[in-house]
Nanobody, 117 residues
Framework: QVQLVESGGGLVQAGGSLRLSCAASGFTFRIFNMGWYRQAPGKQRELVATITRDGSTNYADSVKGRFTISRDNAKKTVFLQMNILKPEDTAVYYC???????????WGQGTQVNVSS
């Protein structure tokens, strides 16, 4: 059974930091590309950051220089370190696993991040 379980969300003041974690199970984590997406109220889900199985990273322009994605294949976990948080970062953050060769795509249940001004 595939599971992606996010944790680490919460309420923080603007300028603060949070670290999100996504623990994976039920699939071969090390071969999957992993990502973080977010969805704010009334808006579409958007890409925040991705990390390939080889460790290459990609970020949305809005978070470059503030957020860092990383992975620990031994622990089957992907992280999102979020610094200098802004109110516009408020959203539900979702973990994503992707393996295009077999069209496998998995999502977590999301974790809420609220940034107060």
């Amino acid at each position: 059974q595939v599971q992606l379980v996010e944790s680490g969300g919460g309420l923080v003041q603007a300028g603060g930091s949070l670290r999100l974690s996504c623990a994976a199970s039920g699939f071969t984590f090390r071969i999957f590309n992993m990502g973080w997406y977010r969805q704010a109220p009334g808006k579409q889900r958007e890409l925040v950051a991705t990390i390939t199985r080889d460790g290459s990273t990609n970020y949305a322009d809005s978070v470059k220089g503030r957020f860092t994605i990383s992975r620990d294949n031994a622990k089957k976990t992907v992280f999102l370190q979020m610094n200098i948080l802004k109110p516009e970062d408020t959203a539900v953050y979702y973990c994503n696993a992707e393996y295009r060769y077999t069209n496998e795509y998995y999502w977590g249940q999301g974790t809420q991040v609220n940034v107060s001004s």
